[in-house]
């Protein structure tokens, strides 16, 4: 079963705007991953964000964590046409097993 | 560092016959290891989980007789589809991680297999 569900499911917007992507999960976390896949490719981790730290950030990524309210944001700042891709949260469950989020398809049009 | 590979990429296969799909890690040990499957447009579902030297863990609903599951080395996990029939047909990924990874899973770069 899913974890964690995503919105908006897709987003399109223009190079050089931001876009928010918003996961919230169920159960009570350590840490919370965002990961990127290209259309028919593998996963990439893009940043992990502990449950005792309520905002990282990674270049033009920056993440939100509000554990009370069982939510995490992903923003990409500035995107660009190479951002296209569908983007996962993921919260670890027992045995470090990874729960994925539905996802978000994100287009970055030129 | 921390890279995972996967063998074949991509695969058409006969319905009936066996499909075997290789993950390796390239550069670390890879304790667990972790196989998902992931159908167009939606998220990946997690099938099962292989720590090195046992049986893998299965999820509910995956059928363990129909994917077998190897984890024979420390840097070599497989994946058999047996009697593969058309609705297997999709996009598997494998992950690993290793005893210094706590909280990270690195991620091969999938296969597809289409069963026709």
């Known amino acids: 079963s899913q974890q964690g569900e995503e919105d908006p499911q897709a987003l399109s917007i223009q190079e050089g705007e931001n876009a928010t992507m918003n996961c919230s999960y169920k159960?009570?976390?350590?840490?919370l991953q965002w990961y990127r896949q290209n259309s028919g490719r593998g996963l990439v981790h893009l940043i992990l964000?502990?449950?005792?730290?309520r905002e990282k950030h990674s270049g033009r990524l920056r993440v939100t964590l509000d554990t009370s309210k069982k939510s995490s944001s992903l923003l990409i700042t500035a995107s660009r046409a190479a951002d296209t891709a569908s983007y996962f949260c993921?919260?670890?469950?027992?045995?470090?097993?990874?729960?994925f989020g539905a996802g978000t398809i994100l287009r970055v049009k030129s | 560092g921390a890279v995972v590979s996967q063998h074949p990429s991509w695969v058409i296969c006969k319905s009936g016959t066996s499909v075997k799909i290789e993950c390796r890690s390239l550069d670390f040990q890879a304790t667990t290891m972790f196989w998902y499957r992931q159908f167009p447009k939606q998220s990946l579902m997690l099938m099962a989980t292989?720590?090195?030297?046992?049986?893998?863990?299965?999820e509910q609903g995956v059928e363990k007789d129909k994917f077998l599951i190897n984890h024979a080395s420390l840097t070599l996990s497989t994946l058999t589809v047996t009697s593969a029939h058309p609705e297997d047909s999709s996009f598997y990924i494998c992950s690993a991680r290793g005893r210094e990874h706590y909280n990270e899973q690195f991620f091969g770069p999938g296969t597809r297999l289409t069963v026709l």
């Open positions: 292989s720590n090195e030297g046992s049986k893998a863990t299965y």
């Open positions: 993921a919260t670890p469950l027992y045995g470090n097993k990874l729960v």
């Open positions: 159960t009570s976390i350590n840490n």
């Open positions: 964000i502990r449950s005792n730290e």
